[in-house]
């Protein structure tokens, strides 16, 4: 970190007010950027922690359609939930706005105007799908067809959610619009870009040379997006639900959501503080931190950036902590599935136990990889950590200093040389983790914070006071004085992980002071005589029955969503023989079958095709390890145009069976036949 730095920007990407927050977003991005920010403020470092509802595209008003209602009631609806679940949270935003406020939209139109004054746009016309039944250009989204890739029936123009493959709304076969049902013609329409080629160059140096020091997810994400080369991409569309482009002749065009949605950002610190935001977003001596999830980097780190550089005025984001994806009893959150553990609903099912979420979602913090939430981890962590060792220690050291004497804390006489071992391992203790906190690995920091915890249960169990009692209480009052001191700094040390119990635990202590990060590490936080609180505990053991409940109430979702899958999809809309005439099926051997690299649903097949081979990508990865894939049979249509897939030239389409459940399984053969046959 640039030592220059007066003062810390902390952005948290903008949840997407389309429904509640589940743990995920706890976990990837306001948890961590939570911790850290907490840090910064008991260091008394001068900060900022910015968020708000992403408000805006089109998943809003698909649903506010299927609803019946506005895109507006569905923002207010999910904006109060989301905030007030995240305040019970203990998630210290200094302001938590939206992107559909009036100030919003002047400083994102504001934003746009500047960048076209500039010439930085480019103007193109382009054709695009039209829904002649509505009378409207369709997003992405609003356009549904079956995927080239898997067969799915359902997927979007912008992608398929059963393989994953990105896609242009033209991949898909046969495709609808998801307004009317009709089948949308081609149209021309114009739009402006931001060519994000310009900036390529700029890019490479800024990141690749200069920002070494970013996590290898972030920095690996970025040069292979660099590496593939950048295209202008789109900042407005063809939509009645945003913020309207602010220029003559753009009459039922919005801002992409992707361009207003960062500067959400900015608008958000101009309503906090109108009169000095522009020191926080302009001046060299702030340092920007973006905490994001590894579906937001790109945006984060290339496009986010390029829009500030074009405008020319901001400060650049100088790290951007993302975090991997947490996964849910082994399964991928989903919230189409309601395959999620709500924070709403977890606030309601464990009341008061809001710390025991923060740790067990930071000790199992997705930072390097995918990691797993588990209610049976859940309840282990709650009753072999949080209790046994943190609420143990400070049970035991309050509960014997009431014991013997009287709730007052006891002087410390002649100290060992073990004694002072321990005291001074609070000041080292205290410096790994705030090594740990500056460099963003708040997993490990949590880790090492909870080790003054064992330090001073260790401490009571190698000195055992309860018998020293016996024969010295001026030695009990020595190891009491001590275990007693380590709690106080605990209460500050695990503050900005379990702040609820932080709080209760300096309560009980009757330590009034204010919390100090630099007080960490002294030896007399409590002065003798010092009149300690009522001991209570910290925390309570979570019971089998209370973990059977949330596991059931899993149970029941998996298996309505089985039941949902079970009948067999929908018979697609007639088609002449001819047209199946066309298609050119036939059967190869796999010869060869390996990852596409980066990309975790892509398998590269090399066929014998018979004529020679051919190379096809499929998003298969998540169903067959590639080695039980060669010398396999299979059939796939010979005759779509070659298509490139993350920079591999794909001249086919392999073909596969799609079950209820979303699983692909690939179509064989019942006997051996001659690579190339034709299947008619």
């Known amino acids: 970190m640039n030592k220059d730095y007066k003062r810390t920007l ?32 008991l260091n008394d470092r001068p900060c900022l922690y910015i968020c708000g509802s992403d408000e805006h595209g089109v998943p809003i008003t698909l649903r506010a359609k299927k609803e019946g209602v506005t895109p507006q009631d569905i923002v207010d609806r999910y904006h ?60 992405d989204r609003y356009i549904t067809g079956t995927c080239p890739h898997c067969g799915n029936p359902n997927a979007y123009g912008d992608q398929c959610e059963k393989c994953g493959t990105s896609l242009n709304p033209t991949d898909l076969i046969d495709p609808h619009s998801a307004v009317s049902g009709s089948k949308p013609v081609k149209r021309k329409t114009k739009h402006w870009y931001l060519p994000l080629d310009k900036y390529e160059n700029w890019l490479k140096e800024w990141i690749l040379d200069g920002h070494k020091e970013w996590r290898a997810n972030v920095y690996g994400q970025c040069k292979s997006w660099l590496d593939q080369g950048l295209q202008p991409r789109a900042v407005s569309r063809d939509l009645d639900w945003g913020i309207p482009v602010p220029v003559e002749g753009a009459e039922g065009k919005v801002l992409y959501v992707w361009f207003d949605a960062p500067i959400g950002y900015i608008s958000n610190t101009k309503e906090l503080l109108p009169d000095t935001w522009e020191t926080w977003w302009k001046d ?15 945006f984060h780190c290339i496009v986010f950036p390029s829009m500030l550089k074009a405008e020319g005025s901001y400060i650049l984001p100088d790290n951007v902590p993302s975090n991997e994806f947490l996964n849910l009893e082994g399964d991928k959150i989903s919230t189409s599935r309601n395959w999620a553990v709500w924070l709403h609903e977890y606030l309601r099912d464990f009341p008061g136990k809001q710390d025991v ?22 309840q282990a962590r709650n009753n072999n950590e949080l209790v046994a060792v943190l609420g143990n220690f400070v049970n035991r050291a309050l509960v014997l200093t009431h014991k013997y004497f009287d709730g007052k804390v006891p002087a410390a006489s002649t100290l060992t040389a ?9 000041a080292a203790i205290k410096d790994r983790v705030s090594d740990l906190l500056e460099n963003f690995h708040i997993r ?29 209480m001026e030695r009990v009052g020595t190891i009491l004085n001590i275990a007693l001191q380590i709690a106080a700094n605990l209460s500050i040390l695990m503050d900005p992980f379990t702040p609820f119990s932080m709080k209760k635990l300096r309560d009980m202590l009757a330590y009034d002071c204010e919390a100090n990060w630099q007080n960490i590490g002294k030896q007399d936080l409590l002065n003798p005589g010092h009149q300690l609180g009522k001991a209570e505990l910290l925390f309570q053991k979570i019971e089998d029955d209370e973990v059977a409940k949330q596991l059931n109430k899993l149970q029941a979702t998996k298996e309505q969503n089985e039941q949902e899958n079970h009948h067999a999809a929908p018979i697609a809309e007639p088609v002449e023989f001819s047209s199946f005439e066309k298609l050119d099926i036939r059967v190869g051997k796999v010869l060869e079958c390996r990852k596409v690299p ?5 398998l590269q097949f090399r066929i014998d095709d018979g004529l020679g081979g051919r190379t096809i990508v499929s998003g298969l990865a998540k169903y067959y390890d590639p080695e039980e894939l060669v010398g396999k049979q299979v059939c796939f249509i010979a005759n779509f145009p070659p298509r490139k897939l993350m ?18 399984s690939v179509i064989t053969p019942s006997k051996p036949v001659a690579p190339g046959s034709k299947i008619s």
């Open 10 to 41: 902390v952005t948290a990407a903008l949840p997407y007010a389309n429904g509640p927050v589940h743990i995920g977003h706890l976990a990837g991005v306001y948890l961590p950027a939570d911790v850290y920010v907490r840090y910064l403020r």
């Open 80 to 139: 109060k939930l989301i905030k007030e679940s995240l305040k019970e949270f203990g998630i210290t935003f200094d302001i938590y706005s939206r992107t559909t406020s009036d100030i919003h939209t002047e400083v994102a139109s504001d934003f746009f105007k500047t960048l076209y004054d500039k010439g930085v746009f480019q103007e193109i016309e382009s054709e695009q799908y039209y829904d002649e039944e509505a009378q409207t250009f369709l997003a």
């Open 284 to 298: 060299p001596s702030t340092r920007l931190l973006h905490f994001i999830g590894k579906d937001n980097i790109v």
């Open 357 to 378: 979420l923060r740790y067990v979602l930071t000790a199992n913090a997705p930072e390097t990889k995918d990691n797993d939430f588990t209610w049976a981890d859940f």
């Open 418 to 426: 073990d004694d002072r071992g321990v005291l001074d391992e609070i």
């Open 444 to 472: 490990d920091a949590q880790r090492e914070a909870m080790n003054l915890a064992r330090l001073g249960n260790k401490y009571l169990a190698d000195t055992e006071p309860w018998k020293v009692a016996k024969t010295d």
């Open 598 to 602: 980066k990309a975790n649903k892509l």
């Open 647 to 664: 920079g591999v030239e794909s001249e086919g389409m392999i073909l596969s069976v799609q079950e209820a459940d979303g699983t692909l």
